[in-house]
């Protein structure tokens, strides 16, 4: 059973302050990475949002295309400067297709779990496949669930905490259906920011599966961006696929 998806819906409710939400992220290692993932070869990167990855890859001089499934976002991305030269089409990335042949398809920050359901996130992998090259390899990032981090079913948690910005999550879990449902507490002089989320979440075996089932085979798996080892007490992870050269 999916929960009711609309690709158009996070963006709509982010894309205004989005850059402002993700200044910790390791932007610089995660480009450095995909860049060498990618080797000479051109980037299609799913969810490609604001340009936050995409815009810094294609400085470098790779090519890069993106799907996204929410004009708003892509709104922000024309609006900057190089974001108007990117091929990006909107529509939902487990479906839509662009023209090309790729190295790499890239699919980061949690962005697998806001698709609805197993089916739809196994449609994403074979559409990954379906765009990559010979050899060509899938890199998708994501958190490694935790249920035990849940009382009865739910958790509330303190995400920021500064002089200028309070950011608190609160999140109901269904076990059975792997379902989280999220909603972010944003709090600025400005005002207060309801931010929410859901998330069809899948442990890391769970995606090495979808991936087989793609046609493709793990190649590597770490931590972080920085390749750190993963292990038991990771609680997030880096995780690349390669489809078999001809």
């Known amino acids: 059973m999916a929960f009711p998806f609309d690709p158009s819906a996070y963006g ?5 302050i989005y850059d402002g939400t993700v200044d ?3 932007t610089e290692a995660t480009v450095e990475q995909l860049h060498l993932l990618a080797g000479d070869g051109p980037v299609l990167e799913f969810g490609i949002g604001t340009g936050r990855l995409a815009l810094p890859l294609a400085a470098r001089g790779v090519t890069v295309a993106g799907v996204d499934g929410s004009p708003d976002m892509v709104k922000v991305l024309r609006s900057k400067p190089g974001g108007e030269r990117l091929q990006v089409v909107v529509g939902d990335f487990a479906t839509t297709r662009v023209d090309g042949e790729f190295s790499l398809v890239a699919l980061t920050t949690n962005t697998i779990f806001a698709l609805p359901s197993q089916d739809a996130q196994v449609r994403c ?5 379906a765009h990559l090259r010979p050899g060509g390899r899938f890199v998708v990032e994501a958190w490694v669930p935790d249920p035990a981090a849940f009382y009865r079913g739910s958790a509330l948690r303190l995400l920021a905490l500064g002089e200028d910005v309070v950011v608190a999550e609160a999140a109901r879990i269904s ?3 792997q379902h989280m449902t999220t909603t972010k507490v944003r709090l600025t ?5 309801l931010l929410p989320a859901n998330h069809r979440y899948a442990w890391p075996a769970e995606l090495d599966l979808m991936a087989r089932l793609a046609g493709m085979e793990r190649e590597h798996r770490w931590a972080d961006w920085h390749r750190a080892p993963f ?3 990771s609680r997030a992870h880096v995780t690349v696929y390669r489809l078999p050269p001809d």
């Open 175 to 177: 076990p059975a259906e």
């Open 24 to 26: 910790d992220l390791p």
């Open 231 to 233: 292990g038991d007490d």
């Open 12 to 16: 709509r409710s982010i894309a205004d």
């Open 125 to 129: 992998f074979r559409n990954a496949a």
């Open 189 to 193: 002089a400005q005002g207060v920011r």
